[in-house]
């Protein structure tokens, strides 16, 4: 079974950094898209970062500049830095994967495109 776990969510201050990670097991990074999403409360679920499996990144027009998508394919972990938090950035965090390579597919399908989905880890900005 695939299993995501994320971590590293909490309040911060605005304009400051946080940074997510996505730990899998049951799944290999180096091969497969890999995704964050967000939800805020009253909201639909939304696509912020995506990376291919090979490497590629694309992000949401609302984190552009300020989010960088990464991961260690030796630890099988995915990362999300987030800098210049405003309030508006407040939401459930959701790490995603696919089966595809390349996140193409997920970008325009959005959540319904995904197939496996983490527990969630909330940030709060204040």
């Known amino acids: 079974d695939v299993q995501l776990v994320e971590s590293g969510g909490g309040s911060v201050q605005a304009g400051g950094p946080l940074r997510l990670s996505c730990v899998a097991s049951?799944?290999?990074?180096?091969?497969?898209?890999m995704g964050w999403f967000r939800q805020a409360p009253g909201k639909e679920r939304e696509g912020v970062a995506y990376?291919?499996?090979?490497?590629?990144?694309t992000y949401a027009a609302s984190v552009k500049g300020r989010a960088t998508i990464s991961k260690d394919n030796a630890k099988n972990t995915l990362y999300l830095q987030m800098n210049s938090l405003k309030p508006e950035d407040t939401a459930m965090y959701y790490c995603?994967?696919?089966?595809?390579?390349?996140?193409?597919?997920?970008?325009?399908?959005?959540?319904?495109?995904?197939?496996?989905w983490g527990q969630g880890t909330q940030v709060t900005v204040s």
């Open positions: 995603a994967a696919e089966s595809a390579e390349f996140c193409k597919g997920l970008v325009v399908a959005g959540p319904s495109e995904v197939d496996y």
């Open positions: 049951g799944y290999t990074y180096r091969r497969h898209c």
């Open positions: 990376i291919d499996g090979d490497g590629s990144t």
